[in-house]
Every structure is written in structure tokens, then in C-alpha cells.
């Protein structure tokens, strides 16, 4: 792991890390026990000690690379609250909250509401199915949201009323890459320091048409190969500079490094089990 500064001889030399909060949750009921992406094989046994060991990898990494890292009880019966990216969706503040499209994952939905509404959130409860960062995600000032597995079209209407910001939907086709934060990442955080923000994405996990309008708004985005997809590789966390990714994803790896990025790689095996990586486990949250 390298923890150094940009070297000026790359292209995106000037790439700043800006501190970040997120919200993460100790995967201390993890299991595999219901199916509801292909990842998930509740026949095969998982390791709730080596998911803990690997998280805290994770959580700790963070706190190393300077940002604040707030956390949620986990509770039994939901081995899913780990992934604490489906726990909402925060920008100025307010919270939407998620509606689950899986009965499994419904009881996180208060967790996490009343979570909001006890650290300073004005929460703003969901009428349409969504499920919170894991389909909608923050590029400058606009919502890239996905659809077709999990939130409906009808809550990309909804996130656009209740932040008042353009919103872009784009459909999933691939089962694999069910929620937009498998499929597309976020390069670059909100601020004027870094100009316009940048992403990176799978190009095959897209239908025609939502590939088109990634390729008419984000001309120079990192395109990943199934190779790193498939260890979930997008399903990374960028603050600008470093960015944490699948220790798998080499192909990723390199692309980021070439572009001036720092990808610092980590092993979530354990929760890849449940169809989740480095993003899944971790919610922005924007005051
Ligand atoms: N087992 C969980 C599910 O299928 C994994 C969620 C992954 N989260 C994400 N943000 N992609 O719902």
C-alpha cells in the first residue's frame, strides 16, 4: 500500500484527496442465507470472522487515508446491513430513505432511518422502491441513477424531486451488475478544485442507450473490462486521489494509475459472497 504524493510526472498530476465522511456497518451477523443476486449461494458456508477481518481492513484504511468514518449498529437477522451503501441516499443533509425491492432487506430500511434522523439528517421517507447509493450516485451536481434490477424508474423522479438536481437513469442489463455501484464509479469528488468530475464504468452492463449517453456526457471515462468487473472492481471509493478497489481488479489498477489516481487495493472476498465490494459497505454522507 502506498500512501504517497501524486507524481508530477503523470497525467492528472494535480489530483487532490479531499476528505470525506462515510457511514459503514460491522458485518457482525454476515451470512449468505437467502438469494437475491447471482452472487449469493446460500448452499456454500462463509466465514462471519474473515468478513469482520476484512472490513476492518477496510475501516481502518479509511481513517489511514484522513477521512471520518461514522458507524451503525448492526442488528441480528439482517445479514445484508453491512452493505451500508443501500442504507440511503444524503446530499445538503437530507436523507431519502430506501424502500427495498427484497422483502429480506426491508427491515434495514428503519435502521438506517432512524440512524439519519439521530445524526442531524432531515429524512425524507421513500414512497417509490429504491435502494439508496447502490443505484444512485453523485457526479457533480447531477444523479446518474440506475435501474432495471432493484430501484424503479419511478424513484429516479422521485431523488430528482426531493434534491431538486438533474437526474440521468440509465438501465442495467446484466444480472451480475444489478445496482449502479457495481457497473459505474465516481473518479472524482464534488468540489471546483478537481473541474469536472469524471467516471468509470462497464460498458457491457448497460443498454444501448444509457451507453450512449455515458459516452456523450463523460468523453474521457475509464472503461473496465468484464476481467475487473467481475470482482466488482467498480465497486470502488475515490476521494479524488486514492482510490480503494478489488485487489483483484488489476486491469482497473493500472488504468487508474496511469491517469494519476492512487488505487490502493484491499481484499472483501468474504463479502463478495453476498454480491458486494469496497462501495457497498460504504455510504457518503453529505452534510
Ligand atoms: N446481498 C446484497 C443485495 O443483493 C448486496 C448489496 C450490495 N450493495 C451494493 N451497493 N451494490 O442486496
Redesign the pocket.
Known sequence: MTLTAPDPTVEGAARVAVPRTWLMCRPEHFT?EYR??P??HPEHPTDTSRALAQWQRLHDLYVELGHDVRLIDPEPGLP?MV?A??GGFTIDGIAYAPR?A?PE?AGEAPAYSRWFADNGFRLVEAAETN?????FLLVGDTILAGTGF?SSNSSHEEVGRVFDREVVSLELVDPRF??L??ALAVLDPVTPAVGAPNIAYLPGAFDDRSRAELERRYPDAVLVSDEDAVWLGL?CISDGYNVVIAERATGFEASLRERGYNPIGVDLSELLL????V??CTLELRY
Request: with cysteine; proline share 0%; aromatic share 14%.
Open positions: 449468505v437475491i443476486n452472487w449469493m445484508d452493505y451503501a443501500n427495498f427484497h432487506r435502494e439508496g447509493e447502490g443505484d432493484r444489478y445496482h455501484d457495481t465497486n453476498g454480491g458486494g465490494g462501495k457497498c
